[in-house]
């Protein structure tokens, strides 16, 4: 079952990519025809982003990652010995190698874990999680986020957070080439009478790039939620005690949101970060922590 989850996550790794790479050809081919009249040129442009952000991402995730969320490497195991140790063993009982290991400022209780795979991953901690919770719960919460690593999920993640964020910037830059470009050729096209098809285009243009980064968001959160269970299920599988497990997300669901995490990456999270609900649970970074809590306490 675990071996077959890791071949499934690969393969969502590459739907993910051609996925959200011909989401940016689309906003891209809308940038082209709104800035130089040509749909080509902006689908080159876009996807020449696309893999330079990639490419930098896959190759620098832990890094990045980090650095957006504020966290500060631990090198040394007397710096945080507890978390450190956790870790170790977790990563050897998971047969993985050892992670990188940060520490966040904030006191709200929260851990994620990053990388492009097992040989380049890292862990973050809140200092809130290592005040709060006991020695029992840490591991618990360190044993998810190994799981997350020993089975690939880390770099499905990695992946989405990348195109999502080019899917962002693409947008970003579309809207203000839809105001100039589009308002340049409105003048011609009222001097030259124009015609119906060059409004519907402009409209078709400006829908694509108001609804793409929507789609980014709601494909990288499904993907966050469908992922947690099986962590959840590893982690008890590396500590052989769902209570851990259990009692860290009990005190991590009633406590305050965070200050430092950053919003893109809110999804790699243990839980959500920002405790937001949202109608319909559409627009959740993750499962309820309640279901959750369920199919812990049944295994």
Do not use: C
Not at 122 to 131: D, F, I, Q, R, S
Not at 136 to 143: H, K, R, S, T
Not at 231 to 239: G, H, I, M, Q
Request: proline letters at 4%.
């Amino acid at each position: 079952m675990l071996y077959q989850q890791i071949a499934s996550n690969k393969r969502k790794t590459v739907g993910v990519m051609v996925g959200f790479l011909l989401l940016v050809g689309v906003i891209g081919a809308a940038i082209g025809y709104a800035f130089a009249g040509s749909a080509l040129i902006g689908i080159i442009f876009a996807i020449v982003i696309g893999f330079v952000y990639m490419f930098v991402m896959l190759g620098q995730s832990a890094d990045v990652v980090m650095s957006m969320n504020h966290a500060r490497e631990i090198t040394d195991p007397s710096q945080a010995p507890e978390l450190w140790h956790i870790v170790e063993d977790m990563a050897l009982v998971g047969k993985v190698p050892m992670p990188r290991v940060f520490i966040i400022e904030d006191n709200s209780p929260n851990a994620f874990a990053t990388g492009n795979d097992p040989s380049n991953a890292a862990v973050a901690a809140t200092t809130g999680l290592l005040t709060r919770l006991n020695r029992e719960e840490l591991e618990g919460v360190m044993a998810h986020e190994v799981s997350h690593i020993r089975n690939y999920d880390i770099r499905l993640q990695t992946v989405a957070l990348a195109l999502a964020s080019v899917v962002s910037i693409l947008a970003n830059f579309g809207m203000h080439s839809l105001f100039w470009g589009g308002h340049r050729r409105r003048n011609d096209r009222d001097d030259s009478g124009g015609g119906v098809f060059e409004i519907v285009m402009m409209l078709l243009a400006l829908l694509a790039v108001i609804l793409g980064p929507l789609a980014a968001m709601i494909a990288q959160m499904a993907l966050s939620r469908n992922r947690e269970y099986l962590a959840d299920a590893s982690a008890v599988e590396l500590t052989r005690n769902p209570l851990g497990l259990v009692n860290a997300l009990e005190k991590i669901s009633t406590s305050e949101p965070m200050q430092a995490a950053d919003a893109s990456s809110a999804s790699m999270y243990i839980a959500d970060p920002f405790k937001g609900k949202t109608w319909a649970h559409l627009f959740d970074t993750h499962p309820p922590i309640e279901e959750r809590v369920k199919r812990l306490r049944q295994m």
